[in-house]
């Protein structure tokens, strides 16, 4: 039985990024060995274009779902490390298809080395060919073969492998800054941080708390949210604001059509406070246009009335359903349906204005004192760390 001693990581986008690739790379290769710091017997080599990952004898299979969560990753293969020897590749070659299931198969070649004496046209024939005289059951389909076996004739080695596997993509962790991150208990909001981190932003989170109108148990759900969020980024910081005082003034002093609205005002002048004090360049949310009340295009407008930092809304365009189906293979939605309502759902009005107006707005706003009440709950912020519990402490 063959055995693979390397798995090959492809870069994607930072294929695109030019001058800057050498330092996206670097992120990449820093967020890829922390993520298998599990395994100290993994040796890690760095090329222009491949990052490969030595397994000696480490098993692989949970190696390569730990990768899948890197960001910055196209594509792993599980591949075996050869001299570039043509007796030597076709003699791995064969070992290696006689130990997949199938009838058909394709060989395709890739000669990065354009040192090697033979052209990939050759090296595919001579390979194909040794293959099929040594297993009479395989034949060769160049549209739709069961195996599709790659051969990648490189400067220090040829590689041969069968499997590759889909990494998360995007841009390595830390690469595009930080943001503070909206996080509620509910689906959307975990969803859209995940999908920032993809994009190589880290996470600050920030979450309003209403006790006692909203239960302790919305805490340890965001918790538990942020300990999956943890295979994407080791180490969130956690802000829980207190904001039972502003939403009860706000029911005091406007109509209950406009409480939606005037607390996701606050909101946006908690985060922006907050985001400019650890700064975050930006704020994020989980919003998705025209989902509830204070999504509608016209509530956005009000609502971002309160601040001058830009809002990244990673969900704008999505349905619930594609939310949703996110959410699942994150491995969020089962702990974000679980019944414990944030401050949001508590306080959600019979009928939320749709098309508020921001001198309305504003003019509710002048009843009372809400400088004071913001810079009270900004002074009893509690801030938890959620970490993996095995990764090393990145950010």
Known sequence: MIQ????????GELSTKGKNKK???KALFNNIKSALKDWPL?????RYDHIYVGLNEVPYKEVIERLQDVSGIQALSLVFRCLKDIELIK???LKLINEEEGKTFKVKVKRSDKTFPLISDEITRLVAGHILRNNKLLKVDVHSPDILLSIEIRQEAAYIFTHTYLGAGGFPLGIGGKTMHMLSGGIDSPVAAYLMMKRGVAIECIHFASPPYTQAGVIYKIEDILKVLNRYQPRIRLHIVPFTKIQEAIYDHAPESYGITLMRRMMFRLADSLAKRRKCPVISTGESIGQVASQTLQSMVVINAVTNTPIIRPLATMDKTEIIKISQ???TYDISIRPYEDCCTIFTPRAPKTMPHLDEAEAFEEKFDYDSLIKEALANIETIFIEGETQEQLL
């Open 329 to 331: 293979k994150i491995g």
């Open 4 to 11: 693979y001693d390397h798995i090959m990581i492809r870069f």
């Open 42 to 46: 993994l040796t890690y080599d760095l």
């Open 23 to 25: 330092d996206f790379i």
């Open 91 to 93: 003699e791995n070659a």
